[in-house]
Each structure stands twice: as structure tokens, then as C-alpha cells.
T-cell receptor, first 110, second 114 residues
Framework: KNEVEQSPQNLTAQEGEFITINCSYS?????LHWLQQHPGGGIVSLFM???GKKKHGRLIATINIQEKHSSLHITASHPRDSAVYIC????????????FGQGTILTVHP | DGGITQSPKYLFRKEGQNVTLSCEQN?????MYWYRQDPGQGLRLIYY???????QKGDIAEGYSVSREKKESFPLTVTSAQKNPTAFYLC?????????????FGPGTRLTVL
């Protein structure tokens, strides 16, 4: 079993729909990261969370430390949100090691 | 503009050849990382360097080598000993400041072994 599991692996939505991507982890962490990878391959960091909830525009990330679970929500989804969303956790090392989930492929149709 | 550059974007190599992937950053970050991405799998750490002239093996270092002679540069060599080198390679650097702990990624190099 992977230390970081994401669900679903693939997600298709219509423009305007509310989207949720889930991430569960089995190790102790100091922080959880949500990343976005566009079709060209480049990765950008969306959020870093150690507790609670963060919001940026139409994106909301939450984390429940006790349940070892995080969710990424996208409100009013748009075709430009189509990308791979990756959950990663850090903690336990001083060198910043990240352990990554396998990613969720999101496709939003107009 | 500050950021991380990787070159080339696409690289083709014949079996048995070594190849070096470039990674440069002008973010003044001390720590840098190399990851490998395969379809359906999470990124995996190949090597990391926390400071100039120092680097450590990650989870899948076999068949790879690195150097860190300058703060800005962390090249990765894929040697002929790497049994399955076709993959997407990502370089990253780390910003660690107060509560901030974030990795910045380059655009990646897609290596194909023919």
C-alpha cells in the first residue's frame, strides 16, 4: 500500500461543477502539499497545509490531521482547470523529502 | 524572472549511452532535488543536495549520478547502468523560510531511450 493514496485516479466533469479530490496518507507528516501539473509537464505548488483550511480563488484545500486525510475542492470548474493534481506529504526528515501520491487526472469539458 | 530551467525538454538516447540533464536555478535556494515520474506512479526521489558540494542518494539512485559544484546548478547523469531510463525527469529547489517550506519545480525533461 502506498504511503499517499489519492482518489479518484481519473475525474471528468462538466464546466461549472464542484470538484473534490481526496488524499489519504499513512505516515506522520509536518505538512501536506497540493500540486498542479499541466499537460506540458511543469508542476506548480497550489497549497501547503499543516492544519485547517486554505482558500485561493476557486480552490479550497482542507486537512484533517487526526483522520490523515486532505481534500482539494474546485468550485465552478472550468476547462482550464484540466490538469493532474498531485498530493504530497513532507515530514520526518530535515532534507525536505516529499512523498507523492500518484496524481488525479482531471478533465473539465465545456 | 526567478525560476528553474531544465534542458533539453526532449532527449533521445541510444541504449548504452550516458546522458546529462541540465538543471539551473536563480532562486538562491540551497537545496535541490531530482525526481523521476513514470505513468501512473507518484514522483520518486533520485538524488538531492542540501548545499554546494554535497549530495545524497534518494530512493532510486541506482544508475544515476549528480554533481553540485555551484549553487545554481545540479546536473543529473543517466548512465548506461540505469535499466529503464525512459521517463520524465523533474528538477526542484526548496524554499525554507519561517513557516514556508515549498519546492519549486522546473519544466521537466522527457528522456526516451531508443
Amino acid at each position: 500500500k502506498n504511503e499517499v493514496e489519492q482518489s479518484p485516479q481519473n475525474l471528468t466533469a462538466q464546466e461549472g461543477e464542484f470538484i473534490t479530490i481526496n488524499c489519504s496518507y499513512s505516515v506522520g507528516i509536518s505538512a501536506l502539499h497540493w500540486l498542479q501539473q499541466h499537460p506540458g509537464g511543469g508542476i506548480v505548488s497550489l497549497f501547503m497545509l499543516s492544519s485547517g483550511k486554505k482558500k485561493h480563488g476557486r480552490l479550497i484545500a482542507t486537512i484533517n490531521i487526526q483522520e490523515k486525510h486532505s481534500s482539494l475542492h474546485i468550485t465552478a470548474s472550468h476547462p482550464r482547470d484540466s490538469a493532474v493534481y498531485i498530493c504530497a506529504v513532507s515530514g520526518g526528515t530535515s532534507y525536505g523529502k516529499l512523498t507523492f501520491g500518484q496524481g488525479t487526472i482531471l478533465t473539465v469539458h465545456p | 524572472d526567478g525560476g528553474i530551467t531544465q534542458s533539453p525538454k526532449y532527449l533521445f538516447r541510444k541504449e548504452g549511452q550516458n546522458v546529462t540533464l541540465s538543471c539551473e536555478q536563480n532562486l538562491n535556494h540551497d537545496a535541490m532535488y531530482w525526481y523521476r515520474q513514470d505513468p501512473g506512479q507518484g514522483l520518486r526521489l533520485i538524488y538531492y543536495s542540501q548545499i554546494v558540494n554535497d549530495f545524497q542518494k534518494g530512493d532510486i539512485a541506482e544508475g544515476y549520478s549528480v554533481s553540485r559544484e555551484k549553487k545554481e546548478s545540479f546536473p543529473l547523469t543517466v548512465t548506461s547502468a540505469q535499466k529503464n531510463p525512459t521517463a520524465f525527469y523533474l528538477c526542484a529547489s526548496r524554499l525554507l523560510a519561517g513557516d514556508l517550506d515549498e519546492q519549486f519545480f522546473g519544466p521537466g525533461t522527457r528522456l526516451t531511450v531508443l
